[in-house]
Every structure is written in structure tokens, then in C-alpha cells.
């Protein structure tokens, strides 16, 4: 990922700030308690992708740790797109951070709150046509994560544990599992390939319910594939005839080797890359097709 350059601006409660000049309360309960909840989307040439979308899964976040969503989250969109104008950044990475706000250190929060609202952008690569599937290669680890999954929060210490042991290991994912039950990757939702069927967690409290996952499920669905939201064992996912992950910025991503096994031959499936296909011709209709009256159409 490019790193921000201290010019570009960032919106914070209300302003339009640079990078450098913007900063967060030292008893922000984001900072003190992981108290808040977060949400991540793509723009390409000037528009964003499922932008609703994520804006209803924030609501859903925020409803599920009990912060009455501020005004300011259904302006949002607009306000990604400003930022995104002001910056000169068409192509980029939109991150959206709202925490209960500051407050005294106290494990009870404030009865009269002030959330914290945060938007940030990071620059990334145009789209392409017909690009290649990516291949990435994972290790399974413990699930170590709290009991709502569901909600998009920050508090994210054992994904990035895990995903750093993933890297020492020389892989890019670590698939997450609780006992032999496979619930999703570090930061992907996970799919699995046998006799020509997906099978992926279903979406209840033990996995985030990924809109790219959701977005997979009925593209497989309109290919005539059937869909199980059930969990797989490790056994399974070892022995499967593909493995792939899903997620806003990974897209549809194929996983070709499994704590250093390969899976099947080490190299994208069919299934994987027909997903994959309609996935990035949905990007690339409903962001870099001309003609469009509104960004959010």
C-alpha cells in the first residue's frame, strides 16, 4: 500500500484536514477501548463500488455496539466523494472509522457520547481488463477472536497476530478455524471447491458478512452453481479441489497452497477464475463505464 503523503487530506469531524495537521483525542475510546467500528471501499475512475452497501453495514456495526450512528454517517458518500475530488485520487482505497468518541478512561462509556468520525484515503492501481487472478498462498490458524464477528470493529489484534505469523511463514492469509471448523480468513472471507460446489461459513455471529462475499455467492448462483453456507472442516479445506478468499480489496483471490501443501495442482481452478471474472467485469460496468449521471448510480 502507497504511503499518505502529509498534503493529502483527510475529513475529521466535520473538516477537511491534512494529513499531518489532523489528529485524534489521547482519550478517544477507539484508541483506549477498540470502541468503534470501521468500513472499507474502492473507488475507480471517480466512483465508488457498493457504496450503499457499505453504508448499511456500518449502521449494522454501530447498532451492534450500541452507538447511535451520527448524522454525518448517511453524508458519507458525499463526503468520500469530495474527498476523493479534493485529493485528485480517482482510483483509490476509502477508509471510514467512527468510534464512541472522547471521554474519561472508564470501562463505562459516556451517557452522552460525541463519536469520533474519520475518512481517509489511500491511492491504488487502476482497473484492468481481464486481469489474472491473484495467488496467494495461507497458513490455518486458531480463531482467537471475540464472540461478534459480525460487527466490523477495531478490535483486530488476533487477525493482525495471525496474519503476521501467516507472513513469517511466507504466506499472505491466514485462515481462521475454531476447533476444526473453518470460519473465514484474516481479513477474506473464505470459499472452498468440491465437485464443481462452493461451500463458505454461513453469515451468523462467527464471520463478518463480507459484501464481496455475498456479491460471489450470487454470481455462483447465477452460473447454476450451488451454494452451501456451511462450514467446512480443516480436513475439507486440506482436500478440496479449489480454495479461494473474498473481500473488498482482495476481490476474488485464489489460494493455491495450504501450511505449504499445494491444493489439487497449486494454481487457480476454473471455478475460482470464472468467479473472478464476473466479479472485476462488475467493477470495471459499474465504475469505469461511461455515460453515468451519478456516482452512486
Not at 2 to 11: F, I, R
Not at 153 to 174: I, V
Request: hydrophobic share 35%; net charge negative.
Amino acid at each position: 500500500m502507497n504511503a499518505t503523503s502529509p498534503a493529502t487530506l483527510v475529513y475529521l469531524n466535520g473538516e477537511f484536514l491534512p494529513y499531518d495537521q489532523a489528529s485524534l483525542s489521547i482519550d478517544d475510546r477507539g484508541t483506549l477501548f477498540s470502541d468503534g467500528v470501521y468500513e472499507v471501499l474502492e473507488y475507480f475512475a471517480g466512483r465508488p463500488f457498493a457504496m450503499q452497501q457499505h453504508v448499511d453495514r456500518l449502521k449494522y456495526s454501530l447498532a451492534g455496539i450500541c452507538i447511535d450512528p451520527p448524522s454525518v454517517v448517511d453524508e458519507l458518500p458525499a463526503i468520500s466523494d469530495e474527498l476523493i475530488r479534493r485529493n485528485d485520487m480517482p482510483d483509490a482505497r476509502v477508509y471510514w472509522q467512527v468510534t464512541r468518541g472522547p471521554a474519561p478512561r472508564n470501562h463505562l462509556p459516556p451517557s452522552d457520547p460525541t463519536p469520533t468520525v474519520l475518512v481517509t484515503t489511500t491511492p491504488t492501481q487502476p482497473l484492468s481488463s481481464n486481469p489474472p487472478a491473484r495467488q496467494w498462498k495461507a497458513i490455518t490458524h486458531e480463531d482467537l477472536r471475540w464472540k461478534r464477528c459480525c460487527y466490523k470493529t477495531l478490535m483486530l489484534l488476533p487477525n493482525t497476530l495471525a496474519k503476521q505469523q501467516a507472513k513469517r511463514d511466507g504466506c499472505q492469509e491466514a485462515i481462521l478455524h475454531q476447533g476444526v471448523a473453518v470460519t473465514e480468513g484474516g481479513s477474506t472471507n473464505v470459499f472452498v471447491v468440491r465437485d464443481g460446489e462452493l461451500w463458505t461459513h454461513p453469515a451468523n455471529e462467527a464471520i463478518l458478512r463480507g459484501i464481496t462475499r455475498d456479491l460471489v455467492i450470487d454470481y455462483a448462483r447465477a452460473m447454476d452453481l450451488t451454494v452451501h453456507e456451511t462450514a467446512v472442516t480443516l480436513d475439507e479445506l486440506r482436500q478440496a479441489d479449489e480454495v479461494f478468499v473474498t473481500g473488498t480489496t482482495t476481490h476474488v483471490t485464489a489460494i493455491t497452497h495450504i501450511d505449504g501443501h499445494p491444493i489439487q495442482l497449486g494454481e487457480v481452478g476454473p471455478v475460482t477464475a470464472s468467479l473472478h471474472d464476473a466479479y472485476e467485469q462488475q467493477l470495471m460496468q459499474a465504475c469505469c463505464t461511461a455515460g453515468q449521471t451519478s456516482p452512486h448510480a
